[in-house]
């Protein structure tokens, strides 16, 4: 029996809640041009839902499962498309960070009174998602890399 | 001493529960000061005047200020966690003896 572990019921618990906290976590974000919360608050949810899992089962057993080579290149993958949908602000329209889609019938369709429509936005909800993606990355791999190491010292 | 404490705790809470009392309703005609900000919306022709929603298309103006107005905030602060993170990771990095 592993050390690390903690018992079957919190297991039982923690395998159930972590889709759970997952999906929320992708609401927060995917909404963040609508309701409260946006990609920085999305992304720290679903980074709970990782430290929930090692506390629950272990850093090592985690660390097998996703490794922090993935997190990290989720990381980055979510800081490149900010930077390229921000540079596009300059050749597709006039300046960094540009919001050209507004107005375009894919993303930026502009809200009515009253209602939200999820393509509304323009490239907000992409930034969201790339920050959302960043965090998530970040701050698990984060956690995995601190609970490993802790784990580490006390040997 | 405690007594002030009590007293101003209650007072607080007091006024917490008597301005969630006073709020408009979600979604109810917004006030001036939002009109100013999130825009003017006119009724009779279905589109916002000005304003932020006209501006940016989103719902959110707290979003629209945070990826919008001020992106390059939010790059500065992407930028911030990267270095914290790249920090750590050196500094935890698994070394291979062998």
Redesign the interface.
Known sequence: MNEERMSVIVQTIASILFPIILIFSFYIIMH?????G?G?QGGAVGASAVALLIVAFGARYVENKMREENL?AF?SVG?LV??IV?ILGIFVATT??T?FL??EPLF???????V?PLN?????PI??IA?GM??IG?LA??VL??A??SKEGEK | MKKIFFIAFVVFFIFMFYSAYEIRDFGNPPSQMDDRIIGKYNSTTGEWEYGAVNETGANNAVTSVVFDYRGYDTLGEATVLFTAIAGVMMLFRRVKNE
Do not use: C, D, Y
Not at chain 1, 108 to 114: E, L, N, S, Y
Not at chain 1, 120 to 124: A, M, Y
């Open positions: 963040g041009h609508l309701t409260p946006g920085f990290s990381e800081g900010f930077v921000s960094f960070l919001n507004v107005g930026g369709i502009i809200p009515k009174w009253g939200s509304s936005g323009g490239v907000l930034l969201n920050v960043k965090v970040g791999s984060v890399m601190l490993i190491a």
